[in-house]
């Protein structure tokens, strides 16, 4: 069995919810795909849990590929569908001496997919769209750590009215049960940024009148994150030799995606330190230089903050002793990074690969973290 291969899947494909988790996607997204593009399982069992094949995960990977580089969904879809077709009709020619389709990343090589460049946690694409929208019903048997459809379109419903009612203890309770009821990595994916998303949609269409709303909503978010990673912090003391860093770039103001990183990370036993909103270069090579951080994660919102030479500094850094130095993972997080990369730069899926790495690097065994299914990571 595949290492990452989740018990039950072997010979049958795997669900919804294990692909999404291996993409470092939301399973709304995989749905809203398959609904708008056709971007499906080729095969389904009525009555049964979706499953989705190697040539179909192989079409998803297309997908994620050609969105990270900008090109529209809709385009993306058709591409990656045509491709896949092809690399059907080739295998169907050749048998086994046929190659992986055009653009799937095979273990081991140095492919390093690009996150979306326009949303970071979750992708861009998210089916959420607002209060009230429609949606296609969740499968059954859904796997227990993944909310339903309808249950989270429930819970975006009430927080974002709660919020354009300006009820401030209203937010404040519905934000906390959902933490609560999903998990601070679930509420944030399934909830909590698809509220934001939709409120800050409100504001762009309505000259400004929602500004308000988008700020009382953040600021009831980021108390409930900064709370959860108290409590964590408190609780789970680790003797994790090095901390991982966490700051965003000189100019970038947007702190939110990283105090969710923070707050899952100390709830899994890291040490964190988070610098906050626009740290200076001098600071951040001070930082890393004293500190000697397991992993760096650099958030930039947007493309005027994104600086790939500081990123390049930072991971160039060495410590230790003679014949025995190291370096911190730097990771570049954040649409702002857009198409840019580089080989000793990892890129996030999304928070929860953000959390993978971040949680694993340093430790033992460590010795350069991976994206899903062993191959070097991507932006968030």
Known sequence: MDAHEEPGTAGAGVTTGVLARRLGISPTTLRSWDR??????ATRVEGR??????????????M??????????????????????AAQALAAGAGAAAGPAAGTPVAGSPFRPLAPVSEPWPPADAAYEGPGSAETAPETLAPADTPSVEDSRRRCRGLARAAVRMDAEAVQEQITATVEAYGLLAAWEEVLIPTLRYVGRRWESSEDRYVEVEHLLSWHISVTLRHAYARAAARNRTADTRPVLLACLPGEQHTLPLE???AVLAE????????????????????????APAAVALWSQSRSTADLPLARHLAAIRWGIHGAR???HVLLCGPGWGLRSDPDLLRPFGLADAVRIMASAGRPGDDAPVASEGRVQESV
């Open 64 to 85: 994620c590929r050609l969105t990270a580089e900008g090109v529209p969904p809709a385009e993306a879809a058709r591409t990656a569908k045509a491709q896949a077709a």
């Open 326 to 328: 190291t370096r911190s």
């Open 49 to 62: 849990h979706r499953r989705w094949t190697a040539e179909d995960v192989a079409m998803v990977r297309e």
């Open 260 to 262: 969710a990183l923070t």
């Open 268 to 291: 899994r036993g890291r040490r964190v330190l988070m610098l906050g909103s626009s740290v200076p270069v001098e600071a951040l090579e001070a930082t890393v230089r004293r500190v």
């Open 36 to 41: 708008r593009y056709g971007l499906g399982p």
